[in-house]
């Protein structure tokens, strides 16, 4: 029997995004959440970037300057002047205005008008009566084309009413960022201006030019694999759509196709890679980064594919969305805070506590990417490797009694996570050196289950104080892309050694299951025990469980060492070089409000007249390589 070729290492090379914390791309996001423990200039630098995306400075020549003089501003003055401004704008915070007053939400209040001891009377335009007309309305013709109406029973009406929102905190982007001013973003829904953002931030990232990886691959050996839970629900999405009947206006052509839980891959594919390879949208609730991960890491590992955008945008800031979940129970609400507190006022800045005297969770938009390549085409071309995805595990809780329920599915898959690293790392990396990303939703059922799951796991692998962190704390729970804010703050522990605490918390709550782990609540300094290994946990409703194991880039560079061998990875170092300095080049224009946002509409369109076709391969103009139709039969043994 033939051993199995080795599998190709998903390795990340890229990563960008924006949430709550700002941008995702050079760990600035990640910056935020761990501010206080930075070296001044990292910390400065980062603070400028903010100040710059939410408008409260601006950039003259490559230089920042003041809003109201154009004199030029020093990143100490920055900080001194700014720098409060910035913190108070941006993680979870009160729901601003610019997405609803949620002291006096619009609604429509269902009402009866009864006529007394008189007929009820009244005028309006003909073109404004009902169709068709009640029988029991009588008609008068007016000029102008008006008409009286005279009613002799009741008349059923909604009036416009406005009522206080009980959840009044969200994870936002920084106060006065508008992501679609980045390109031209007209009609698209909130959560595809984040799609097209962030993907954006993260092919960016990566320092080498999309047509350069396009010339090192096949057209069809790209993949993009991307989601979101909640569709696109406002205006310009299904929100308009499903709305437009009751409130008397017209569907648009646009609010049915752009509403679709598939567009965040698919305007990825179409307006900024032109990529005609695999494209996945796969949703597994909360869960769905990981579940998109998966398919990207097995295609990758199996050589079916070998670039990768993987990546969730979810914009569910809206009074329908919060009001679905605060029904169930699920978010936390001001009054159950105020009780939590014993206080008279609810801090909205610490509304998501996990592990902690919580009430619920906190809801959040966000947009997150990665981009993947496989470990020889990374190497070929110097990409820079930030980690490798080794194994996503899921799997589902069984029979349910409830559908938002946890069960068992979180159990095998984090037991399964744990050993398949232990195979790759050892076991005294897995006991000293690894941590855990958790689901951390900041519930009081979560607090328990979740931390159960890892005090068993820690208890059959012999780990004590295994550090566990939730960046739910900082930027809330943005539904799809929530794992990826767990990957992407792993990279920045990477590369920092800091784990940001969990600081919304005073202590742990005494039902967390925390004899074996280590859940602080400060930011935990690991610069010099550096992790090997960190898992992300994700739990969605419906039993959509799923937990990767993500490496370290350090372990990975001796891994590929040993797969290459000393010379091969000193060309590719050598590479590597031009990579840093340009990903380098593209952060430094970001931080100026430069975000070189790619959005290709209308562009670069395929003449489908000048596709090349015969029996071995498919050419396309555009490409430089074939697509190979050269296949073997994978089942020969059963001919």
């Not at 703050?489 to 605490?501: D, E, M, N, Q, R």
């Not at 380098?584 to 395929?606: N, P, R, S, V």
Request: glycine share 8%; with cysteine.
């Amino acid at each position: 029997m033939a051993h199995p070729s080795p599998s190709r290492l998903p390795v990340i090379v890229g990563f960008g995004g924006f949430n709550a914390a700002g941008r995702a791309s050079a760990h600035h996001a990640y910056r935020r959440m761990v501010i206080e423990s930075l070296p001044a200039n990292d910390r400065q630098e980062t603070l400028a970037g903010l100040a710059v995306m939410m408008g409260l400075i601006g950039v003259a020549e490559g230089q920042y300057i003041r809003l109201d003089n154009d004199q030029p501003l020093t990143l100490d003055q920055i900080e001194a002047e700014f720098g409060p401004a910035v913190l108070d704008g941006t993680l979870i915070r009160r729901i601003e205005k610019t997405f609803f007053d949620v002291d006096a939400v619009h609604w429509q209040k269902s009402s009866l008008l009864n006529a007394a001891t008189q007929p009820l009377v009244v005028e309006m335009s003909r073109r404004d009566l009902p169709e068709p007309i009640p029988a029991q309305w009588d008609i008068e013709e007016l000029e102008a084309g008006r008409v009286r109406v005279t009613l002799a029973d009741s008349l059923a009406v909604k009036l416009d009413s406005y009522r206080d929102m009980p959840v009044k905190s969200a994870g936002q982007l920084p106060r006065g960022f508008d992501p679609g001013a980045l390109y031209n973003s007209h009609f698209h829904p909130r959560a595809l201006q984040l799609a097209v953002i962030g993907a954006s931030d993260a092919v960016r990232s990566v320092g080498v030019e999309w047509s350069e990886i396009m010339e090192a691959v096949k057209p069809d050996e790209v993949g993009v694999y991307a989601s979101n839970v909640m569709s696109q629900m406002d205006e310009n999405g299904f929100g308009g759509l499903l709305q437009s009947r009751l409130k008397g206006g017209r569907v648009s052509t646009k609010q049915c196709p752009l509403g679709l839980s598939s567009m965040p891959a698919d305007f990825v594919n179409a307006y900024i890679l032109g990529s005609v390879g695999h494209t996945g949208a796969i949703a597994g609730a909360c869960a769905s980064f990981l579940y998109n991960l998966r398919a990207a890491v097995e295609d990758i590992s199996s050589g079916k594919c070998r670039v990768a955008i993987v990546g969730n945008a979810e914009a569910p800031i809206t009074p329908e969305i919060i009001d679905g979940y605060a029904t169930m129970g699920a978010l936390a609400s001001e009054d159950k805070l105020k009780k939590l507190d014993d206080s008279d006022t609810a801090d909205p800045r610490r509304t998501s506590r996990p592990f902690g005297e919580n009430c619920g969770f906190t809801i959040a938009e966000a947009s997150q990417y990665i981009v993947l390549m496989d470990d020889a085409l990374a190497l070929e071309l110097g990409a820079d490797i930030h980690g490798a995805v080794s194994d996503v595990f899921i799997n589902a809780d069984g029979f349910k009694k409830s559908i938002s329920a946890p069960g068992p599915g979180n159990y095998i898959t984090m037991a399964k996570a744990v050993a398949a690293a232990r195979a790759i790392v050892g076991d005294e990396a897995i006991r000293q050196r690894s941590m855990v990303q958790a689901h951390g939703s900041s519930t009081p059922q979560n607090r328990v289950t979740e931390s159960q799951i890892f005090d068993q796991v820690a208890k059959v692998f012999d780990i004590e104080n295994w550090p566990v962190s939730a960046v739910k704390a900082y930027v809330g729970h943005s539904l799809s892309p929530a794992s990826g804010e767990q990957l992407i703050t792993s990279l920045g522990i990477f590369k920092y050694g800091i784990v940001p605490g969990i600081k919304t918390i005073d202590k742990v709550a005494d039902d967390v299951f925390a004899e074996r782990l280590q859940l602080p609540v400060r930011d935990m300094d690991r610069r010099e025990t550096p992790f090997d290994v960190i898992f992300l946990n994700s739990k969605g409703f419906g039993g959509n469980n799923a937990t990767a194991g993500v490496i370290a880039p350090q372990v990975v560079e001796k891994m590929l060492s040993r797969r290459y061998g000393a010379e091969r990875i000193s060309e590719y170092v050598q590479r590597r070089e031009k990579t840093r300095a340009t990903a380098a080049a593209y952060d430094a224009a970001a931080l100026k409000g430069h975000f070189q946002t790619i959005y290709h509409f209308g562009e670069g369109l395929i003449d489908e007249s000048q596709i090349g076709m015969d029996s071995t391969s498919v050419t396309l103009p555009g490409f430089a390589q074939p697509i190979d139709l050269r296949f073997t039969n994978r089942f020969d043994d059963m001919v």
